[in-house]
């Protein structure tokens, strides 16, 4: 009897795994950053994460009603966007400039160019970006925690500016007693999110690891004030630098998927942020310098394809 071979295109095994596992899993991973949020801020916080991501969810369904495509709402890649939008929002901004964000994050920056998978730039870095623009003052008047309307300068304006306030104790920043973004503040908990990540293997500790590294590497020689220590470990744990390394420069569309690319990618992002924090007239620059390096991210993994087995004549790509 003769052996009949079925020949199709990869993959061969299927792990099971789906997109709507995989933005579970980094919803559960953003628990703890939306519990200690909510907690250290109180009820109107928990009313701007709930708001983010309610519109976002409609803006998603909106759009895709109208536009006659399929459904995607049910894949909680919206719920994701508008998580993380929320969480690098201040406590305090009011709830319609939240509703606006997020639906410029899931139409403009995600629907108008395909869909989930699409983009190119992370639609909640690109709203933010959009909110610091259109709303400056709202998007960089922050607050104390577990009190009520007492504006607070950050530790990185106190640092960088010589705003007014007083530095909070690095076990303070390590917790999240510290003025900032919602979802910023609590360096534990973005820590906590990121063991579950890894544990789910959702993602790897490339890019992560890289990026505070080379950020630390070049703040600790080059800071404002270089060779301290404690001036670097301000740095690290105050802003948006965990949240942005651990749960933006990792999404899987806007990242090169080659090793060395990705190498690349998360070295570029750490230089950009030191860049725009030492010499920038912005005391953070996480969300500038992931989008930037989004931008990058094609060409980048153009240039770091690996050889195919056998080839002699230079890159796979050529």
Not at 40 to 53: D, M, R
Not at 170 to 196: D, H, M, N, P, R
Not at 218 to 235: C, E, I, S
Request: glycine share 10%; proline share 5%; aromatic share 10%.
């Amino acid at each position: 009897m003769e052996n009949h071979y079925i020949v199709s295109s990869s993959p061969h095994i299927h792990t099971g795994v789906t997109t709507r596992r995989i933005m579970l899993d980094v919803i559960i991973a953003l628990l703890p950053a939306v519990i200690v949020g909510g907690f250290l801020f109180g009820y109107y916080a928990t009313i701007v994460i709930g708001a983010s991501v309610a519109s976002a969810v409609i803006a998603e369904w909106a759009f895709e009603k109208i536009t006659k495509r399929p459904n995607t709402a049910g894949d909680l890649s919206a719920v994701v966007t508008g998580l993380l939008l929320a969480l690098n929002m201040p406590p305090q901004i009011p709830i319609w400039m939240v509703c606006v964000g997020s639906g410029f994050a899931i139409v403009i920056a995600k629907q108008l160019f395909g869909g989930l998978g699409k983009n190119f730039v992370n639609p909640a870095l690109a709203a933010r970006c959009f909110m610091l623009i259109a709303w400056t003052g709202a998007m960089t008047t922050f607050r104390e925690p577990l009190v009520d309307a007492v504006a607070s300068a950050t530790p990185l304006a106190i640092m960088k500016d010589g705003a007014a306030g007083t530095l909070p104790s690095l076990l303070q920043c390590f917790v999240g007693v510290k003025a900032g973004t919602i979802g910023e503040v609590s360096a534990i908990a973005i820590l906590i999110g990121f063991a579950y990540l890894l544990v789910r293997r959702v993602i790897t500790p490339t890019i992560p690891v890289i990026y505070v590294l080379s950020f630390a590497v070049l703040t600790f020689f080059f800071g404002k004030q270089a060779m301290d220590v404690n001036y670097l470990l301000y740095q690290i744990l105050t802003g948006g630098l965990l949240l942005g390394a651990v749960f933006m420069a990792t999404d899987y569309t806007t990242t090169p998927t080659t090793p060395l690319g990705a190498v690349i990618f998360a070295a570029g992002c750490g230089i950009l942020t030191f860049l725009i924090r030492r010499f920038g007239g912005y005391p953070e620059g996480v969300s500038f310098s992931i989008l930037l390096m989004n931008v990058a991210a094609p060409l980048i993994e153009r240039y770091t394809i690996p050889k195919s087995f056998g080839n002699k004549g230079g890159a796979a790509s050529k």
